[in-house]
């Protein structure tokens, strides 16, 4: 379990970075040259570069280069990893609401009978 966690550290690290984000939400679309990628980024290439090497070490991205082009690609299991961690997160959180809303359900009318009716039972004559 402790590979597992290392990196899915390593993901939700990499996907902390908006400018990562947005590159892996372009490379969902389909593959793309780094120079591509960069076009819409306002930073240099070397920088773009730095994220993308930051995404590949945490399994999310790989390239290859051909010729003097370096293509990227997502790398979908990596994805599927860290949805599958916010899913089983989402799970466990939905069962625990439904069992607190079970709970809410029950109580009024279990206490109900037990609510003060606004006299004190000491002033009460017994008749």
Not at 4 to 10: F, G, I, K, P, V
Not at 55 to 63: N, Q, Y
């Amino acid at each position: 379990m402790p590979k597992h966690s290392e990196l899915l550290d390593r993901i939700f690290r990499a996907l902390a970075d908006e400018t990562r984000r947005a590159i892996v939400a372009r490379l969902v679309r389909g593959p793309a040259a780094v120079s591509r990628l960069a076009q819409p980024l306002a930073m240099s290439l070397p920088a773009v570069m730095q994220h993308l090497q930051v995404l590949e070490a945490a399994g999310l991205v790989r390239s290859e280069k051909t010729g003097r082009v370096r293509t990227c690609q997502i790398e979908p299991r990596a994805l599927r990893m860290a949805e599958e961690w916010i899913v089983g997160q989402r799970t466990s959180w939905e069962q625990r609401l439904d069992l607190l809303d079970d709970l809410l359900a029950q109580r009024p009318s279990q206490q109900s009978s037990d609510r003060p009716t606004g006299r004190n039972p000491q002033e009460e004559s017994p008749s």
